[in-house]
């Protein structure tokens, strides 16, 4: 795809989608064309970008948001660090569902504030099963209750990622420190991938965000928290703008249990590393083969 | 239970920082620092008239009341409830941590003395694996950086999350839940 611009590869959508699919997946497109501004319908794909071509774009979000949410940011387009390949586990015996995680999430990433929107759900399971069946996520008051065990899912940047797989426009792909993204530009809100994972972990911009503006973060990435336009898809990138700088991600640092991990997979020496080698560690929905850097453990 | 609160609040568990550290020279790290409570060690030295020394008010420096040598026992039934402490920890006695020689300090069990901000040290004599799991990041939390050659990390302290006297740990309340209206279970 040498030069390739969405609208081309709406073209080859449109032979691979069919023509019904295709009519819901130009619906949100449709919506809001006439808010739609042509330098961002031109662009092209965000890896046939040029720095300065980059720069360009990044200075037109700050500029819109300035414009429409009245808030001065700083979009950066944060780049993989060299050699470092992400990963994350929970511990399952220390998390209370205390929803801190999902919270802050919620902030860092400049989620809808009326549909409390967050990339991590919590489920409370009942204790001695796995089993999915009696799942609550909408539980409330104190924790943790009696007999439950609280399980907070979040994208798990599989490796052979079903969702990647089922984007008919590349506007989601793997990078190569492991982070599964989305170029908000670049989506035409389908929907296919929300329907392609199987834990659940995107979420579809059905307006565009609403924060108050001294709420919203301005230490932005333009493939992690800018503020998403409307009918675009989501999810989480392991706080990229932070952990791209090597910052902890906004969910661990919050977490009041101390149940999560994250580090550098490459690095032996690495926290990530040790639990995987000395705990009892397992992966949600083995059996999928989706070969999630998410994992999860137990103390023994 | 106030304190343990004012403690959390200055660990590792506010909003994550937004500021990013300097950049250091190839091959320098920045420290990992365990967190400090604060309150450990600020303690008051203003006398007590003796009536009232049967409640001690909190951050008051124990020589206030105890004097440099002890004229009682250690050894003494927790239940009494002295200093209206609630102490439920294991079935340990006072004397486990506080050094009855003298009182504003802790003490391991070899004799070797600490200040109160070193807790961390004390509570590791007994929970070794806590301590191995604590030391390799998989208990205890932490915020800051993964990568410590690009900014500091700092380790919440065992006491940040559990308070000496009472280790196990309360409920909280949960924060807002979703409200999708796909998500609703009732």
């Known amino acids: ?57 990044l200075r037109r979000i700050e500029a819109k948001t300035l414009a429409e949410h009245g808030v001065e940011v700083h979009v950066e387009d944060v780049r993989p660090l060299e050699g470092v390949s992400f990963g994350y586990a929970l511990n399952l015996s220390a998390c209370i569902g205390c929803r801190r995680c999902a919270e802050a ?45 609280y399980m907070p899912v979040q994208c798990h940047q599989c490796d052979n990622p079903p969702c990647v797989n089922v ?42 965000p609403e924060v108050p503006a001294e ?67 397992f992966i949600l929905k083995e059996d999928l083969g989706t070969l999630p850097r998410f994992f999860y453990f137990f103390d023994v | 239970m106030l304190l343990l609160l004012t403690l959390a609040c200055q660990g590792g568990f506010t909003d994550p920082s937004r500021e990013y550290a300097e950049p250091l020279a190839r091959g320098a790290e920045y420290p990992t620092v365990i967190h400090e ?20 008010p909190p951050n008051t420096a124990c020589t206030t009341c105890h004097g440099p040598t002890p004229e009682k026992t250690w050894d003494v039934d927790p239940s009494e409830d002295f200093h209206e402490l609630e102490v439920d920890h294991g079935n340990l006695k006072c004397a486990a941590c506080h050094d009855p020689r003298d009182r504003s300090l802790l003490h391991l069990a070899d004799g070797t003395q600490l200040e109160l901000p070193e807790v961390i040290v004390l509570c590791s004599q007994c929970h070794g694996p806590q ?17 410590t050659t690009q900014g500091p990390r700092v380790r919440n302290n065992c006491a940040d999350c559990h308070h000496p006297h009472h280790p196990e740990r309360e409920p909280v309340t949960a924060a807002f839940p979703p409200n999708d209206r796909y998500l609703r279970s009732h």
Request: hydrophobic letters at 35%.
């Open chain 1, 1 to 57: 795809m040498a030069d390739t611009t969405r609208r081309t590869m709406m073209k080859g959508g449109a032979t691979l989608l069919g023509t019904a699919a295709l009519a819901r997946a130009v619906a949100p497109l449709a919506e809001w064309s006439e808010s739609l501004d042509m330098d961002e319908f031109l662009q092209r794909h965000y890896k046939e970008l040029s720095r300065d071509e980059m720069d360009v774009i």
């Open chain 2, 131 to 147: 301590r191995r799991d604590f030391d390799h990041g998989a208990h205890g939390g932490m915020s800051g950086y993964w990568d």
């Open chain 1, 215 to 281: 709420e919203i973060n301005p230490d932005q990435a333009y493939l992690s928290n800018r503020i998403r336009p409307a009918g675009v898809m989501e999810k989480c990138t392991f706080c990229l703008h932070r952990t791209r700088k090597g910052r902890l991600p906004a969910c661990l640092e919050v977490c009041p249990t101390g149940s999560r991990v994250f580090g550098d997979l490459n690095d032996p020496d690495s926290q990530i590393r040790w639990v995987l080698a000395n705990k009892r560690v």
């Open chain 1, 167 to 208: 984007c008919p426009i590349e506007a989601t792909w793997k990078e190569p420190d492991g982070i599964v993204v989305v170029d908000y530009d670049w989506c035409i809100g389908c929907r296919y991938c929300e329907a392609g994972c199987p834990y659940h972990a995107r979420r579809f911009n059905w307006h565009t």
């Open chain 2, 37 to 56: 409570p604060t309150g450990f060690g600020v303690l008051d030295e203003t006398p007590i008239p003796e009536e009232a020394q049967r409640e001690v």
């Open chain 1, 105 to 149: 999430c919620h902030k860092e990433n400049n989620h809808d504030r009326a549909t409390n929107n967050s990339y991590i759900r919590v489920l409370q399971l009942d204790k001695g099963s796995l089993s999915l069946g009696n799942v609550e996520v909408d539980y409330e008051g104190e924790v943790p209750k009696k007999e439950h065990f």
